[in-house]
T-cell receptor
Framework: GESVGLHLPTLSVQEGDNSIINCAYS??????FIWYKQESGKGPQFIID?????DKRQGQRVTVLLNKTVKHLSLQIAATQPGDSAVYFC??????????FGKGTRLHILP | DTEVTQTPKHLVMGMTNKKSLKCEQH?????MYWYKQKAKKPPELMFV???????INESVPSRFSPECPNSSLLNLHLHALQPEDSALYLC????????????FGSGTRLTVV
């Protein structure tokens, strides 16, 4: 069946360093991938997305990489800040208006 | 307006109560969603409405009844819930059929007593 998973439940990163959060997906038919950030008590907040016809997309301090060969997605956060502390979810979608979330990685920022 | 608004933010209800969760967006999105999120878990899809028609029901128990009165509003009617239904209920919207522009509301924290 469809599933999206993450490799690590928790990631601790020194403030100022770069963070890399990984995700594996299994549905080859998915053509749209999204990263969300969720802070405590809030709904998921869109960070960046990428379509299957791309392998890299950059935003402000964030980069998403897509490797369709091994069905792997990653989120890179440059110069991690205390405000980046949150749970990060990858999600996948096809043309059926259905998005499926991965398990989530909690990012801890060390002072 | 680029937001999805959910009301109420918090709700406590008894197992015999009937209540409704409401969701509203004015972004012109024609797909709207209900998700359920338990603590420390990812959101799980419950229902999808596309062009005001129910297109996906992820085998949700009938004590949850969705309704889409128009393209801007989405309701979730609750009746005879169980304590295990306590969770954060999230509404989202997107541009239908394109896989893009998903926006989530802040959710309703539901506690069933």
């Amino acid at each position: 069946g469809e599933s999206v998973g993450l490799h690590l439940p928790t990631l601790s990163v020194q403030e100022g360093d770069n963070s890399i959060i990984n995700c594996a997906y299994s549905n080859s038919a998915s053509d749209y991938f999204i990263w969300y950030k969720q802070e405590s008590g809030k709904g998921p907040q869109f960070i960046i997305d990428i379509r299957s016809n791309m392998d890299k997309r950059q935003g402000q301090r964030v980069t998403v990489l897509l490797n369709k060969t091994v069905k792997h997605l990653s989120l890179q956060i440059a110069a991690t800040q205390p405000g980046d502390s949150a749970v990060y979810f990858c999600a996948e979608s096809g043309r059926d208006d259905k998005i499926i979330f991965g398990k989530g990685t909690r990012l801890h920022i060390l002072p | 307006d680029t937001e999805v608004t959910q009301t109420p933010k918090h709700l406590v209800m008894g197992m015999t109560n009937k209540k409704s969760l409401k969701c509203e967006q004015h972004m012109g999105h024609r797909a709207m969603y209900w998700y359920k999120q338990k603590a420390k878990k990812p959101p799980e899809l419950m229902f999808v409405y596309s062009y005001e028609k129910l297109s996906i029901n992820e085998s949700v128990p009938s004590r949850f009844s969705p309704e889409c009165p128009n393209s801007s509003l989405l309701n979730l009617h609750l009746h005879a819930l169980q304590p295990e239904d306590s969770a954060l209920y999230l509404c989202a919207s997107s541009q239908a059929g394109t896989g893009g522009g998903y926006t989530f509301g802040s959710g309703t924290r539901l506690t069933v007593v």
